[in-house]
């Protein structure tokens, strides 16, 4: 069982990835509650609310560079998946008494094997052949990684990635505004001349968290038994679901709003984690020390899982968070990476080579 968690510092300046409502000619910016603690002597905890962006819009964006990259190496996605819209089959039944839904039928333009897969799918699970259902499921890569749920069959995977919210990493590193645009029109009467509309406008030193479950990609734990595609298959996934993060985190590839407000991005620092056979996540990024406290909450842990062989390695680059000192003693090892993808290269080869002599033993 191999884990791989990361933490992220990045900040974004002139934002709207995520905006939540419209309000008439205003359309207002994600925001959350969040705890801080403020003070240096008194470290009293405050609740404020600060802009955010969903973790749901970190897992599309992640799921679309997925669905580009598998296609690009030959590997299988559905072709719903492939256009960026994730129903993941789970659509309510989809069949009348002997017919198609007529509504259903054109999903079979962006996908043309929809309605045999989904006969299929109510074939198997109806023939109570559920573990060949999950079989069918996990064709698709996306399906595969990101999960999906189907109501009325009753089936269900618990998505192998996941994402955090993007939060600022203090309550005074973060605003958002809102911002006037005007549309004119070609001519200038009184009615149409000059429409005014406002977007609110974050900037935000912010820091998320993304964990994958190494473990179970290619492979799934169900009800009626273990899935597993076979051991070929699942190392290309695997390493696909690692370079997927490249993209999505290098070139920032998720947000809504990027013709216009494609934000200034300057990236602060990563801590990146494998840790076997128990989980293990960095410390989130409040601090600027906090590479340091993952290296010593690495060490405790190790110390404390001992007779469970855990093991925990530390992967981080940083352009203005403090650098560690210490870590490599006792089955953790700590490496700087030069950029991200750098990071990212140094994880993969790990991963693969640790998975390689997993599956062997
Ligand atoms: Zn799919």
Redesign the pocket.
């Known amino acids: 069982m191999v884990y791989v968690a990361g933490t992220i510092k990045i900040a974004l300046t002139a934002e709207a990835l995520n905006m939540v409502e419209a309000v008439g000619e205003f359309s207002r910016h994600r925001l959350i509650p969040a705890v801080y603690i403020i003070g240096k002597e008194k470290k009293k905890p405050v609740l404020v609310y600060v802009p955010a962006v969903s973790g749901q819009s970190l897992a599309h964006g992640y799921q679309e560079q997925l669905a580009k990259l598998a296609t690009m190496r030959g590997i299988k996605?559905?072709g719903?998946?492939q256009m960026g819209s994730?129903v993941?089959?789970g659509l309510p039944n989809i069949f009348l008494k002997d017919r198609v839904r007529d509504e259903y039928k054109i999903l079979n333009r962006y996908d043309p094997n929809f309605v045999n897969f989904m006969e299929n799918l109510y074939n198997l699970v109806s023939n109570d052949n559920l573990k060949d259902a999950y079989r069918l499921m996990l064709e698709?890569v996306?399906?595969d990684i990101g999960g999906f749920l189907i109501p009325d069959l009753q089936l269900k995977r618990t998505s192998v990635v996941s994402f955090s919210y993007m939060v600022p990493v203090a309550r005074t590193l973060g605003d958002v505004q809102p911002q006037m645009y005007t549309r004119a029109g070609v001519q200038a009467t009184r009615e149409h001349g000059q429409m005014i509309f406002h977007e609110d406008l974050a900037s935000a030193l912010y820091h998320f968290a993304f964990g994958l479950d190494i473990q179970r990609v290619g492979r799934a734990e169900t009800p009626y038994g273990t899935v597993e595609l076979p051991l070929a298959e699942r190392l290309k996934r695997i390493e696909l679901a690692l370079d997927a993060f490249v993209p999505l985190i290098d070139s920032l590839r998720f947000g809504a709003k990027k013709s216009r407000k494609n934000p200034l991005a300057e990236l602060h620092s990563v801590a990146v984690t494998i840790s076997h056979p128990l989980p293990f996540r960095p410390e989130a990024a409040f601090s600027t020390d906090y590479i340091a406290e993952t290296v010593k909450r690495a060490i405790t842990v190790v110390n404390y899982l001992e007779d469970y062989g855990q093991e925990i390695k530390i992967y981080y680059y940083t352009k203005y968070d403090e650098k560690p000192a210490g870590g490599n003693e006792n089955k953790v090892t700590v490496e700087e990476a030069e950029n991200f993808v750098d990071l990212m290269k140094k994880v993969k080869e790990e991963i693969l080579k640790l998975y390689q002599e997993k599956e062997k033993s």
């Open positions: 996605v559905c719903l998946c994730f993941k089959h698709c996306v399906e």
